[in-house]
């Protein structure tokens, strides 16, 4: 690694940690509506798809998930198929779901959102958020007891929803006596959890006012108006850091005997992702059970949120996306692993992974359309670049103009690219069998000339896209203008493939 963040970062996926909450299954059923109903003067709804994602606390979980952590998750559901959705998408994310408590007499909260042209026409909201008891309970706290001297860290993620009841905070509070450990706490009602002395807390500003019993107040002035209350916050919520968050103007710090430390919020253009304190917090807690202060980690968690914020709907920062902030180029990925994680997160959460390749040795026109088209394609373009040697073998002794540094740096320029791993083998074979797209894209100079990697996509399920020129220029055609020589026709005399994509 690098320097220290990567080192850390790198560090997550040694941590087991433990989230005790309440889950919420979130569903969004997705459709058109064009007509109204002939019983009453609503909507009809014609139900394209459903789509399940965790919620609450289980969110927090997944989060923690990508990010590297072996991730136990405790909570209470029912015995119904809500139930089955929650467990199948905390699964397929990697979470450890054995200490989940299934009570036949509670139902699994859920939260159905109705869709239409990106709007929610309507919110169903179902499930028991009453306090947990008698066996449930009981069997709820001999979880804690088992697997709590097992983790390096604890997240409580209250909704309220009645699975941190008095006997189960009571319980903590003894076991961080026995077993002490970073205990990180995200909850509306902060003083609650007071007695179990917190590493850390993560209010929001509305949430903050209400610990500080202030009014509200505009834009900057949030940041003057929580400065200088330190040491109400800290006293009042019994934590070591509490970490503040303000959106848009980024987070303060707080911490027993440190100066308070504002965090910017990094320009972003919002997509409107859900769940940014989850991932926060996720991170935050990481890094703290890695050894790292309050500070370090909140730094952490403010680059992880900016992460996701990039991304449409719920969604977790992978532990390779949380090191990429901290790169010179954070497109640019040296561990090929860490990137093949990065896709699997993506496509557990039913994201299309996108994936070209080709020498861009001189950007033009039919490279950027190239690229443009092949990311409207997908949720997330990997472009795998050349090496230089590897250049040379396949285009001649004079090529690549550019040098690979050169040639990364101008391609992460574009918003079009996700990111960029460069290969040293003469084709892409290795980077497609490690990743294993959904879509591989192809620019092919000349027609009927099949990717030597086509084989490789179909055989796994995945599909193959060969694009037609989009211009009459090439990079070599470039070049001989640049030099003054007429151009001719390149033929494929001899040439293998895999020299005859867009170069």
Not at 299 to 318: D, F, N, R, S, Y
Not at 372 to 389: E, F, P, T, Y
Not at 490 to 500: E, M, N, W
């Amino acid at each position: 690694m690098e320097n220290g963040p990567e080192r850390i970062i790198e560090r997550f996926k040694k941590r087991k940690v433990l989230v005790i909450g309440d889950a919420i299954l979130d569903t969004y059923i997705k459709g058109t509506t064009d007509r109204l109903c002939r019983e009453a003067p609503v909507p009809v709804l014609d139900v394209l798809e459903q789509e399940h994602s965790c919620g609450g606390a289980a969110n927090t979980a997944i989060n923690l998930a990508a990010l590297g952590a072996q991730t136990h998750f405790l909570t209470v559901t029912g015995r119904d198929d809500n139930s089955k959705f929650l467990v199948e998408q905390l699964r397929r994310y990697g979470v450890h779901t054995g200490c989940i408590v299934r009570a036949g007499e509670r139902a699994t909260i859920a939260k159905k959102r109705l869709t239409a042209a990106g709007n929610i026409l309507l919110r169903l909201d179902e499930g028991a958020t009453a306090a947990v008891t008698g066996n449930t309970e009981a069997v709820l706290l001999a979880k804690i007891r088992k697997i709590y001297p097992t983790v390096d860290a604890v997240i409580l993620s209250d909704y309220g929803y009645g699975v941190l009841t008095d006997r189960v905070l009571d319980t903590l509070a003894e076991l961080g006596i026995a077993y002490p450990k970073p205990l990180v706490v995200d909850s509306r009602d902060l003083p609650r959890f007071r007695k179990l002395q917190p590493a850390a807390v993560k209010p929001n500003y509305e949430e903050a006012l209400q610990l500080l019993d202030l009014p509200k107040a505009a834009g900057p002035d949030r940041v003057e108006q929580l400065l200088g209350q330190e040491a109400q916050l800290l006293e009042r919520t019994g934590a070591a850091c509490v970490a503040a968050t303000l959106d848009a103007d980024g987070a303060l710090v707080f911490r027993r005997g440190h100066r308070p430390v504002r965090l910017e919020a990094v320009p972003r253009d919002n997509k409107h992702s859900i769940g940014a304190g989850d991932t926060f917090i996720s991170a935050l807690t990481l890094a703290l059970a890695c050894g790292q202060d309050g500070h370090q980690g909140a730094e952490l968690g403010a680059a992880a949120a900016a992460v996701i914020m990039q991304k449409e709907g719920t969604a977790v920062c992978t532990n390779e996306e949380l090191k990429a902030c901290f790169r010179s180029n954070p497109k640019r990925v040296y561990d090929l692993k860490a990137l093949a994680e990065v896709v699997r997160t993506r496509q557990k959460a039913g994201k299309r992974v996108v994936f070209t390749n080709g020498c861009f040795d001189i950007l033009h026109t039919g490279h950027v359309t190239l690229l443009h088209k092949a990311k409207a394609l997908g949720d997330l373009l990997i472009v795998g670049i050349n090496s230089d040697a590897s250049i040379r073998r396949v285009k001649g002794k004079d090529r690549p103009i550019n040098t690979l540094e050169d040639r990364l740096t101008v391609l992460s320029a574009l918003q079009s690219v996700d990111y960029l791993v460069s290969f040293e083998e003469d084709t892409a074979l290795a980077l497609v069998e490690a990743l294993r797209p959904d879509l591989f894209v192809k620019g092919a100079t000349y027609s009927g000339i099949t990717p030597p990697e086509a084989s490789l996509v179909e055989k796994y399920g995945g599909q193959v896209l060969v694009f037609p020129p989009f211009s009459d220029g090439s990079t070599a055609r470039l070049i001989e203008k640049i030099r003054g020589a007429t151009p001719r026709r390149k033929t494929i005399r001899g040439k293998d493939p895999a020299a005859l994509s867009f170069e």
